[in-house]
């Protein structure tokens, strides 16, 4: 329990921030030229097209199962549990409990409220259509969407697609191991607020996320700061009040173990920097196309922030 004190006391509780009015609805990333002939719904994908007019993804609505088998966790485990109470409200406590106790606060305060000053930095280096994997309760995909970029989110949490719905965003209660709008057409893919832990396997989910962007997509990603932290383990989400939800399992992944696990996977690193005592990782598969893009320096050399200052 004074574990548990000891971690509150490292969370703010600031007021909800007020909703914001719907925005309208943006297009998401159209099929390959392969696809343009198509007059049907290719099974499992959601891309209709006629002839004469171009085609374009249709997302379903956000409660739709994915078509066909996925490797998604049970749903069950993130309808009722103390997360989904929390996003329900927009505040904490809340925190990853290890089975020997270990409590990792988590910052549902700041998911919840707009993106603030690191989130838009980030989001400025997004290039085309974006995918939000663990979209949370929306913000990012928010604020993509003020800034006019194209975006979908992904959650298992219905609590979560329902908020960043109710904020105007476009969002599926999917996992990204399930099948997705747009697969290999997305520009750019998120992984922040240690979503790079989904599923407890990174090298599984940066394999996943290839299949999901374009031949030069950019995949950001969020990492663990200090330390070279590179650890798997099962946890569940608690409160402050004891209450727990099912076990799953989840990794933590700090720069440098990802940078590791990206090169055998056959992605290269474009950029690294941290702000706001956030640590971040631009990557690219090997065999995209070179680019002198606003998320790669113009030599392709990963730089930190220091070095890029220096």
Known sequence: MS??????????????????????????????????????????????????????????????????????PDPGSWSNDPYSRA??????????QRADGWLLPLDVERWCAEADAVDLAVLRRCEGA?????????????????????????????????????????ALRRSVFESLPGEGRWGTALLIDGNVGIGGDPQALLDRTAQLLDTNGLLIAETVPGPDVDERVRVRVTDARGAVGSPFPWARVGTPALLRLAERAGWRAVDQWAAGGRCF??????????????????????LTSSQRAG
């Open 3 to 72: 574990g548990a004190r000891e971690a509150t006391a490292r969370i703010g509780r600031p007021a909800d921030p007020a909703t914001p009015p719907r925005r309208p609805r943006t297009r998401l990333p159209g099929p390959r030229p392969a696809d343009t002939a198509a007059t049907a719904a290719a099974p499992g994908t959601g891309i209709t097209g006629t002839s004469g007019v171009g085609p374009r993804i249709t997302v379903p609505r956000p409660d739709t199962p994915a078509p066909g088998p996925g490797a998604a």
């Open 87 to 96: 996003l329900r409200t927009g505040r904490g406590p809340l925190f990853l």
């Open 130 to 170: 974006v995918l939000d994997v663990g979209c949370g309760p929306g913000r990012l995909v928010a604020a993509l969407g003020a800034l006019g970029r194209p975006v979908l989110g992904i959650d298992v949490s219905a609590a979560a697609v329902a908020r960043t719905n109710r904020l105007g965003g476009q």
């Open 281 to 302: 990782v631009a990557l690219r598969r090997c065999d995209a196309r070179s680019t002198n893009s606003s998320a790669e320096p113009p030599n392709n050399a990963a």
